[in-house]
């Protein structure tokens, strides 16, 4: 245990900066729609967030969130729309550093490998790879699923550059902040267009925050040694 302790230590601060930061998105997409100070959102979003998590089980959890997580294909959907010149398209797609601006462009790649690659993930799947008693059989299964996700997580952010470059570009809008990015679907929908954007980072966020709180209480239980999974109820369910 003392071995674990400072790695532990180190993990649940980051467990809790990641979990601030998605209760953080969803307090601004819900700041987005209604106008109200973000700050004012923490509460009425934290709460709900953990009573979903307390009273409703894993896979209600887990189905939930990935049925509404297809919402973020209107991105795919805006960008084939808007029928990108396939030249640019395609150019855009081979790694190249940047032309400009090339700390903010470091600062934003650090990000992304950081949120690829978090810790709270490897606990969080492992623990259930655990639980459900997996052996190597399971290692083709666990390829496809990887592939398949981060395919269609890549897939995703794609349409959302393209969506951007097409729609916002142009018109001299260079996104620094989620105000100008909302706009990039009113032009491929423009009634939803505004709500599908806020709601698919609501739900992005929502997700992330169900998966680092169960990570953290995972990784919470396993080193005090108290009981945990996805089947245990009332004061053991963690």
């Not at 462009?105 to 259930?128: D, K, Q, R």
């Not at 009981?227 to 009332?234: A, K």
Request: proline share 5%; aromatic share 14%; charged share 10%.
């Amino acid at each position: 245990f003392t071995t674990w302790l400072v790695p532990f230590l180190v993990l649940t601060l980051v467990h809790f900066l990641a979990l601030g930061a998605e209760i953080g998105g969803l307090c601004f997409a819900l700041h987005l729609v209604t106008g109200l100070p973000t700050p004012v959102w923490a509460l009425p979003v934290a709460a709900p967030v953990w009573l979903f998590l307390w009273r409703t089980s894993f896979s209600a959890i887990e189905n939930s969130t990935s049925l509404l997580g297809l919402l973020t294909l209107a991105f795919v959907v805006a960008a084939w729309q808007h029928r990108p010149p396939t030249g640019q398209l395609l150019a855009g797609m081979l790694p190249t550093l940047p032309h400009h601006d090339p700390a903010r462009y470091w600062f934003i790649a650090v990000s992304l490998l950081g949120a690829v690659i978090a810790p709270y993930m490897f606990y969080f799947y492992s623990s259930g790879a655990v639980e459900d008693k997996w052996d190597e059989s399971y290692i083709g299964v666990n390829r496809g699923v990887s592939v398949i996700g981060m395919g269609f997580g890549s897939l995703i952010s794609v349409g959302a550059i393209v969506v951007a470059a097409v729609v916002l570009a142009p018109r001299g809008i260079q996104a620094d902040d989620y105000h100008q990015a909302a706009l990039m679907l009113t032009t491929a929908f423009p009634f939803w267009g505004f709500m599908l954007f806020t709601a698919s980072m609501g739900i992005a966020c929502l997700g992330a925050a169900t998966e680092v709180a169960l990570s953290m209480a995972y990784t919470t239980a396993q080193t005090y040694g108290w009981n945990w999974g996805e089947d245990q109820i009332g004061r053991a369910h963690v």
